[in-house]
């Protein structure tokens, strides 16, 4: 069974950072791209940021880009979120997801397969 588990999530005052980890299992997610996704309260689910297998280049929001790092070991089937400079906005679910790699980066919902079950964080003012 395939699984995908975030951690790292909490609270944190604004301008903090955290990291979040995704662990996969019952698969490798070679020729995976992986990417995380938020829902805020209220709001629907939206793209925050992706990273392709073959060549590990990734694609951001706007909103996060510059504050926030998308990296992957895929040795250890793991994939990570570094979030600097945290907002109060920045306050949601945040999701991991994996999809078959594509020439494009994977922005939309529907192009991932699989996805965790979503990790807390809440950043106070």
């Known amino acids: 069974q395939v699984q995908l588990v975030e951690s790292g999530g909490g609270l944190v005052q604004a301008g903090g950072s955290l990291r979040l980890s995704c662990a996969g299992s019952g698969r490798t997610f070679s020729g995976y791209s992986m990417g995380w996704f938020r829902q805020a309260p209220g709001k629907e689910r939206e793209f925050v940021a992706t990273?392709?297998?073959?060549?590990?280049?990734?694609y951001y929001a706007d909103s996060v880009k510059g504050r926030f790092t998308i990296s992957r070991d895929n040795a250890n089937n793991t994939i990570y979120l570094q979030m600097n400079s945290l907002k109060t906005e920045d306050t949601a679910v945040y999701f991991c997801?994996?999809?078959?790699?594509?020439?494009?980066?994977?922005?939309?919902?529907?192009?991932?397969?699989?996805w965790g079950q979503g990790t807390q964080v809440t950043v106070s003012s």
């Open positions: 997801a994996a999809g078959i790699d594509g020439l494009v980066h994977r922005t939309q919902e529907h192009r991932y397969e699989y």
């Open positions: 990273i392709r297998s073959y060549d590990l280049s990734s």
